[in-house]
């Protein structure tokens, strides 16, 4: 049953001890649970520092600490230590580091790289490598793609991949379908609450009340990320409550002044708050500087352009 705000003492307990027999079956639990909730550098750490034994188990360590890196911006870091030698999942990985930095042919020549890894004997059945493979065709916006790597989902992160990815075709119907999955796997799992969460706020401000509770839950459970601040502060935002969100930002700001997403939302929340032009234009210029390819910037550069083509012609 999925608790907001703590409980009782014995409900405190159970929860720590199950945590620790979670952590107990399963070395990488906190690695990967750090990495879902955007606290990367924690990801990072928890696998370095974990033993484990086995191919698979060792493999999927690789793939979430490379994976954190990635979400960091330190990409010379995957590409300087993944080789042509490494599992095919650390190889898409190292595809996704040099895509995210390519221009058009070497995106074109990444894609082209990552389907001569699917096309391989036993990719179809390697999770990891459908996982990171899905991420870098939604990278592309290839999303029939991405689902082609995760339609055949065995695991919550495979389940979660494919719920992001209706969510950017805005099957919202869909989407739910395998939120609904992965409760009947997992209830309690950060994974599924980040996944229903998402979903609500995908449709907009009528469950954003209840994301509210989630993200603030798994906030005061792990610490507050990054990527929960701006969570939070999107769902503060469809409740109209535009203040609450710029305190989310701000301290979201603070862990990461360079980070796309919060400054993408601070554009949107200083313009509902009516903050003076050059404060919002201050944002768009750090947006433009940090992520130059972001899709908030591709938006306004196209709306731009279109205006300046109407005005041309009303000058005429």
Partial sequence: VYIWGGGSGEIQQWTLAASSEAM???PLFDARNHFHL??????IND???????????????????????IEQGNLAVVQGEINDGSPPALR???????????????????IASLRGLLAD???????????????????????????KCTHQAQTLEQHAMVTHIYICMNRFDLADKQVALMQRMDDDHTLTQLASA?????????KAQD???????????????????????????????YDEA?????????????????????????????????????????????????????????????FDRCAAQLSR
């Avoid at 696998?47 to 890196?69: F, P, W």
């Avoid at 994301?211 to 503060?236: H, M, V, W």
């Fill in 92 to 110: 898409a990985i190292r595809l996704l580091a040099v895509y995210k930095q390519a221009d058009d042919a070497g995106k074109q020549a990444a």
């Fill in 198 to 206: 998402s979903v609500m706020i995908a449709k907009g401000s009528a």
């Fill in 246 to 306: 710029e305190q989310n930002l701000q301290e979201a700001l603070g862990k990461s002044a360079s980070d796309p997403t919060t400054l993408a939302n601070a554009v949107v929340c200083m313009q509902h708050l009516k903050k003076s032009p050059d404060v919002v234009q201050r944002y768009v210029t750090q947006l433009r500087t940090a992520a130059p390819n972001h899709p908030w910037v591709e938006s306004y550069d196209a709306i731009e352009r279109s």
């Fill in 24 to 26: 107990a079956d399963d």
């Fill in 121 to 147: 004997t036993g990719a179809a059945v390697d999770t990891q490598l459908s996982v990171a493979a899905a991420a870098l065709f939604c990278h592309d916006k290839d999303y029939k793609e991405a689902l």
């Fill in 38 to 43: 955007g606290l990367y550098q924690s990801a």
């Fill in 47 to 69: 696998a370095m520092n974990t033993t484990v034994s086995g191919d698979s188990v060792r493999v999927e360590r690789d793939c979430i600490m490379y994976r954190a890196y």
């Fill in 211 to 241: 994301a509210f509770y989630i993200y603030q839950d798994l906030s005061e459970k792990y610490g507050p990320s990054s990527q929960l601040l701006n969570s939070l502060a999107t769902c503060n935002m469809l409740l109209g409550k």
